[in-house]
C-alpha cells in the first residue's frame, strides 16, 4: 500500500476522533443522551481499536509481514463507519 495513502489513512482516523469530541454536546443535547451513554459511545473507538490489536498482531506476525499492518487499518476504517 502507497505510504501516502497510510498516511491519509491516519490523518482521517484522528479528525474522526477529535471531531467527535468536539461535537459530542451538541449530539448529547439532540438525542437526550447522558454523560455516562455519551461516555459509552466515545469509549467505542478504543474498544474498535483494543478488538483490532489481536487479529492485527496474528496478521502481522511470520504469516504476512507485509501485509498485515494495512489489512488491519482497513478493517478497522469499515467497522468504524
Keep these: 500500500m502507497d ?3 497510510i498516511s491519509l489513512m491516519y490523518l482521517i482516523c484522528y479528525m474522526d476522533r477529535s471531531n467527535i469530541s468536539v ?3 451538541e449530539i448529547a443535547k439532540q438525542f437526550g443522551l447522558s454523560k455516562s451513554t455519551m461516555g ?3 469509549a467505542a ?3 474498535a ?3 483490532g490489536q489481536t487479529p492485527a498482531g496474528w496478521l502481522g506476525g511470520p504469516v504476512r509481514p507485509a501485509k498485515g499492518p494495512d489489512d ?3 478493517l478497522s476504517a469499515r467497522l468504524r463507519r
Aim: glycine share 0%; hydrophobic share 60%.
Design 40 to 42: 459509552l459511545i466515545l
Design 23 to 25: 461535537a459530542q454536546p
Design 45 to 47: 473507538f478504543t474498544w
Design 3 to 5: 505510504p501516502f495513502l
Design 49 to 51: 481499536y483494543a478488538l
Design 72 to 74: 488491519h487499518h482497513v
